[in-house]
Every structure is written in C-alpha cells, then in structure tokens.
C-alpha cells in the first residue's frame, strides 16, 4: 500500500525498502478464556477480545539514491498508507491502538 502511495503523491517518491521493527501485545485470555459459548450475547460478563490491543514501534522508509523525503511528505505517506491499507484498516477498527508507531526516513 506504502508504494502504491507513494508512486502516485505528488511529487511522487521512489521507496527502495520498507523496515519494520514493530511490538505487538495482546491479552491471551481471549483466545483461551473459557467457558466457550455458543455466541457472543451468551459470553460472561469480563470476556476478554481476542485482537492485537496496541503495536508500537519504527517504520523506516528507505528512498532510492539521489531522493529525498521531507517531513510533510513523510506525513502525508503514513496517512495515506493507514487510511488506505486493509490490514492497518482492520487492525484500527478492531480497536488495537496503534499511535505510537513512528515513521522516520534516513
């Protein structure tokens, strides 16, 4: 998503990679938690989400030789990148919180 982005800003950047070093936690109770019920409406009261409930970490973008990615840029790229991509998307409406992953450029 992070290239189809960034090939279509304007001025569009050329991404050589993308590195991620990211730490995900979740609370195993939900995934083991029992008594299993037939449905959710039938669940005890405290069950616990099964879901990733907070990421936080680095996205490093790596420009090609001779690019240069400004601050604004590199704003606009995350935004974009998280506001269009379906496992971003999917992780954020799931309520895992995720605004202490930082975007940074070298």
Partial sequence: ???FVARNMKPSIIIDRIEFE???????R???QLPIVPNK???PAGVVPSRVQY???????LVAD????????????????ELRCPVANMMISS????????WVTR
Avoid: F, P, W, Y
């Fill in 1 to 3: 998503t992070a290239l």
């Fill in 22 to 28: 990211l730490t995900a936690t979740r609370d195993n």
């Fill in 30 to 32: 939900g995934a083991v």
């Fill in 41 to 43: 409406m039938d669940a």
């Fill in 55 to 61: 990421v936080s970490g680095t996205v490093l973008v």
């Fill in 66 to 81: 001779g690019e240069v990615i400004n601050d604004d840029q590199l704003k606009m790229l995350r935004e974009q990148t």
């Fill in 95 to 102: 309520g895992c919180d995720m605004t202490n992953v930082i």
